[in-house]
């Protein structure tokens, strides 16, 4: 069992950056792919970044060039870099281990002027 708690959201404006971060618990976690999906409101909720146990990514083509993801096995935690953000980015973030039914809780991230 993973337990992924999500933090690092936030108001921001157009061209701001953000980083959040997905905590992990369990000693297994650099066994896994991580990813992180997006919910805005009255939407379904869309991939937007994985990383694989061997730290190869693929990206979301609304993202690319803009987010970037990195894991931290030593500390259990998985990252979302946002730079150059858009309003429409704005939706809750959540972090999800690949294999399990695990998924954070989310962690807000709206952006406007």
């Known amino acids: 069992q993973v337990q992924l708690v999500e933090s690092g959201g936030g108001l921001v404006q157009p061209g701001g950056s953000l980083r959040l971060s997905c905590a992990a618990s369990?000693?297994?976690?650099?066994?896994?792919?991580m990813g992180w999906y997006r919910q805005a409101p009255g939407k379904q909720r869309e991939f937007v970044a994985i990383?694989?146990?061997?730290?190869?990514?693929n990206y979301a083509d609304s993202v690319k060039g803009r987010f970037t993801i990195s894991r931290d096995d030593a500390k259990n935690t998985v990252y979302l870099q946002m730079n150059s953000l858009k309003p429409e980015d704005t939706a809750v973030y959540y972090c999800?281990?690949?294999?399990?039914?695990?998924w954070g809780q989310g962690t807000q991230v709206t952006v406007s002027s």
């Open positions: 999800h281990c690949h294999g399990t039914a695990n």
């Open positions: 369990g000693s297994i976690f650099r066994r896994y792919a």
């Open positions: 990383i694989t146990s061997t730290s190869s990514t």
